[in-house]
């Protein structure tokens, strides 16, 4: 379930980048590649997970346990809604603040995301499950705050410094997940 979902949302932030950079000249494209990825990042919720039901757990509640899965499944809805949005708005030529303002509760959400993460999963988990979770919550919260301020006040000057964001990170994240997978098949 993790795995995937970073996999997908790090090839949609990328590919978002290169529409935010300039570099798509026309939105379409873009649109259809963040959408198919979009959609397919929900069928993830119903996937198992990889590394919060792992062998690195040590004895941990079915309620903590349960926590853990909604938390991540909560960004899983929050980012697909995100890569969803993005497609619409490069199909049909949208205005851009809408997304730069839902981009704020992005950052809220991944934030949470992140803390619970960082907070919670180091004193159970081993350090590759806490650290590939919080690192990938840190960034995805980092990307969504850049996307909030170059998306909704039309900065010029941060829509490139985003663009860049966006292509790192994103790859980064991908980069991340596609290892989840390593671990997970060893």
Known sequence: MEAIFLILVGGALFAQSWHVLGLYPEGRT???LVG?????????????????DG??????????HLAEI???????GVWGLYCIGIAAQGIWDLDERAIGFYSAFLAIASLVGFLYFAAELEPRYSN??????SASGLLLTIIAGMMFFALSFSFTVLRA????????????VGV?????VARALT
């Open 161 to 172: 410094v985003a663009g860049w964001f966006l292509l790192l990170g994103g790859g980064t």
């Open 36 to 52: 198919g990825l979009g959609l397919i990042s929900f069928a993830a919720i119903t996937l198992d997970p990889m590394l919060i």
């Open 70 to 76: 909604t938390v991540t499944k909560m960004l899983i």
């Open 176 to 180: 991340i997940g596609l290892a989840v």
């Open 55 to 64: 062998t690195g757990r040590i004895a941990i509640t079915p309620a903590n």
């Open 30 to 32: 873009m649109g259809v």
């Open 128 to 133: 590759a499950t806490w650290l590939a979770l």
